[in-house]
């Protein structure tokens, strides 16, 4: 099963932040949490990942609790683009498990 | 630079015929894993391989086969196809050796069993 639990939905108005938590209580210190998207039926595009401290990249801002058993990805003025599925993953080893994800609909 | 490339794109098969998706990545990435997309819910983790040579199951093994003995090929074979394994597969790479390396997704092959 995977690690983690996301809301099933969300909605954003366009030009505004996108706020999606994720929860991982279970997660161990060496584990890593990575969010991706996947947009229509396209192949998962990764996001940004991160282990202890928040992490900002062109795309997005990850921000991790300091008990690490939870975060936040941030998108800073989502657009209509940013319509996807959303998955957190925390990094189990050698492979990449993912959960059901959260659907973000951008509004106009 | 290519990629992640997965052959076919689409494919109908007949309950019992036999196929294999095709995956290749030209980034000499050693990790390779294969993943299921049923309709309306996240990706299941087939099989995932660490290197030439070496393979494991991941969630849902059952029904398919893997090898690997080339770091830049991950075939995925059904010998028997069923109507449950009507799906999106999607193959994946990334470099390996930590946890610290991001997956890269091929665009899917689109399987339908009758």
């Known amino acids: 099963d995977a690690k983690t639990t996301q809301p099933p939905s969300m909605d954003c108005a366009e030009g505004r932040a996108a706020n999606l938590p994720c929860n991982h209580s279970t997660i161990s210190g060496n584990e890593y949490v990575y969010w991706y998207r996947q947009i229509h039926s396209q192949g998962p595009q990764y996001i940004i990942h991160?282990?202890?401290n928040n992490e900002t990249n062109e795309m997005a801002s990850l921000i991790i609790t300091e008990d690490r058993k939870s975060s936040t990805l941030i998108l800073p003025h989502a657009t209509l683009r940013d319509t996807a599925v959303y998955y957190c993953i925390v990094r189990v080893g050698s492979d990449m498990r993912f959960g059901a994800g959260t659907r973000l609909t951008v509004k106009p | 630079n290519a990629g992640v490339t997965q052959t076919p794109k689409f494919q109908v098969l007949k309950t019992g015929q036999s196929m294999t998706l095709q995956c290749a990545q030209d980034?000499?990435?050693?990790?390779m894993s294969w993943y299921r997309q049923d309709p309306g819910m996240g990706l299941r983790l087939i099989h995932y391989s660490v290197g030439a040579g070496i393979t494991d199951q991941g969630e849902v093994p059952n029904g398919y086969n893997v090898s690997r003995s080339t770091t830049e090929d991950f075939p995925l074979r059904l010998l028997s196809a069923a109507p449950s394994q009507t799906s999106v597969y999607f193959c994946?790479?990334?470099?390996?050796?930590?946890?610290?390396?991001?997956?890269?997704f091929g665009e899917g092959s689109r399987l339908t069993v009758l």
């Open positions: 991160g282990l202890k």
């Open positions: 980034m000499n990435h050693e990790y």
């Open positions: 994946a790479s990334s470099q390996t050796g930590t946890l610290d390396r991001e997956l890269f």
